[in-house]
Nanobody, 122 residues
Framework: QVQLVESGGGLVQPGESLGLSCAASGTFGDLAMGWFRQAPGRDRTFVAAVNWNKKLKKYTDSVKGRFTIWRDIAKNMVHLQMNSLKPEDTGVYYC????????????????WGRGTQVTVSS
């Protein structure tokens, strides 16, 4: 079992930056980790993912050049640095993990956190 806890959400103005973190605990091997978000009234969608050895990363098109995913393997954490935030980035951000990178990207990760709220508004 893997437990995931997100942190770092908040309220920011358009154009500002925010960093999210996700801490993994429990018993696990080499894991891919990723971020998803869910806007009010909409489905949860993929944002970014990184594989277990940090050599493979993927981003959804709308965040490329603005968001950066990175992980601290020693601390079992994954982070999402979000710059130049837009109102459409608003939503609950969830951390997900699985041994398979493709399962994380597709939304089929075995484990999920409870989410952290990000609101971008003036």
């Amino acid at each position: 079992q893997v437990q995931l806890v997100e942190s770092g959400g908040g309220l920011v103005q358009p154009g500002e930056s925010l960093g999210l973190s996700c801490a993994a605990s429990g018993t696990f091997g080499d894991l891919a980790m990723g971020w998803f978000r869910q806007a009010p009234g909409r489905d949860r969608t993929f944002v970014a993912a990184v594989n277990w050895n940090k050599k493979l990363k993927k981003y959804t098109d709308s965040v490329k050049g603005r968001f950066t995913i990175w992980r601290d393997i020693a601390k079992n954490m994954v982070h999402l640095q979000m710059n130049s935030l837009k109102p459409e980035d608003t939503g609950v951000y969830y951390c997900s993990t699985d041994e398979a990178f493709d399962r994380v990207v597709s939304g089929g990760g075995a484990f999920w956190g409870r989410g952290t709220q990000v609101t971008v508004s003036s």
